[in-house]
């Protein structure tokens, strides 16, 4: 996440990262120094417990951490890092029906609190989505020769399947319908699986008579909106 946050904003000035593990943040620390330019603090914690001292800040992430954590003690944790917030909360989880839970869980407790939901959903209604359906997403990541090696893999990519909530304590400047599906193309025609700004979900087909609206629809992606 600190790379990613780093990528998208080059100036960003301090981050504060809380690991648990001494061996991960050993080498959290080594590849952050070559890498990254802005102050980090890599602090030795328990996120469940720990975050007491801390001071609010823009961006709060938590990425692949909820499932490692007892589920009794999700709330209360949900709860701190919202107080951490002082713009957007993003939580990330594995694409998985397990994963899509318990960010739903994360969506109803911040929607509660008075949260605006930035992304996924185009709105704050409850999910349309039944199991054993579920939201997700997939990103194609590559994999370096040491990632293959410790994945006994030969094939030099991954599709990352992850689905997560952003929140904002501010409302969203403006809402698109999101693809939550991997689009199927046809000749003339497209078909996109959308979530709606009213709460609803459902598969739209672009066609030809459907104009520029067809162009558009054609270089969308799984997980852009429109
Ligand atoms: C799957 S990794 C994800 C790491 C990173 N957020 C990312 O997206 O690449 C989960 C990390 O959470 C840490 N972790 C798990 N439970 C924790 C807790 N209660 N407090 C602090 N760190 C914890 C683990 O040590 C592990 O390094």
Known sequence: MLWATADLWPDLEEAVLIEAS????????????????????????????????????????????????????????????WQLTADTLLVVEPGTPAGWRRILAVRRQLIEAGAHILAPCPHEAPCPLAAPDWCHFSHRVARSRLHRLAKDADVPWEDEKFIYVAASRHPA????????????????????????????????????????????ARRLDWGDSI
Request: hydrophobic share 45%; glycine share 8%.
């Open 22 to 81: 001494a061996a991960v943040r050993r080498v959290g620390e080594a590849l952050a120094t070559e890498a990254i330019t802005a102050r980090i603090a890599w602090l030795a914690g328990d996120v469940t417990i720990d975050l007491g001292e801390l001071k609010p800040a823009d961006l709060i992430t938590c990425a692949y951490v909820l499932d490692e954590i007892a589920p009794a003690s999700l709330p209360k944790l949900v709860d701190r890092l």
């Open 173 to 216: 400047s403006s809402r698109a319908a999101r693809v939550i599906a991997p689009p199927k193309s046809g000749s003339g025609k497209v078909l996109l699986k959308l979530c709606q700004k009213d709460g609803s979900a459902g598969e739209k087909l672009f066609t030809k008579r459907d104009g520029e609206m067809l162009k558009l």
